[in-house]
């Protein structure tokens, strides 16, 4: 069973910094991109940011880049978000996403979801 644990959320100041983790299981986790995604109430999910398996190379959306690093780590089937200078913006629910090749098709595979609250 493929499973995505997200940790890491809470409540912290404008200007803050947050770690968020995403242990994975179940799958080849080395084989995948995997990455984050966030979404605000009444609004649609965005990702905003990925890393791939196979030369490391990650991807950050506009509004989160300079700010937001992606890391993994292959050996701990894990992967991490630290964000830095934080913004009131940025407060969402954050999910780990990956997208597996399974019998011929792709499925994506969602964590349960982190919340982060950014306020003074």
């Known amino acids: 069973e493929v499973q995505l644990q997200a940790s890491g959320g809470g409540l912290v100041q404008p200007g803050g910094s947050l770690r968020l983790s995403c242990a994975a299981s179940g799958f080849t986790f080395d084989d995948y991109t995997i990455g984050w995604f966030r979404q605000a109430p009444g609004k649609e999910r965005e990702g905003i940011s990925c890393?791939?398996?196979?030369?490391?190379?990650?991807y950050y959306e506009g509004s989160v880049k300079g700010r937001f690093t992606i890391s993994r780590d292959d050996a701990k089937n894990t992967i991490w978000l630290q964000m830095d200078r934080l913004k009131i913006e940025d407060t969402n629910i954050y999910y780990c996403?990956?997208?597996?090749?399974?019998?011929?098709?792709?499925?994506?595979?969602w964590g349960q979801g982190t919340l982060v609250t950014v306020s003074s």
């Open positions: 996403n990956t997208d597996l090749y399974e019998h011929g098709s792709w499925n994506a595979y």
């Open positions: 890393i791939s398996s196979s030369d490391g190379s990650r």
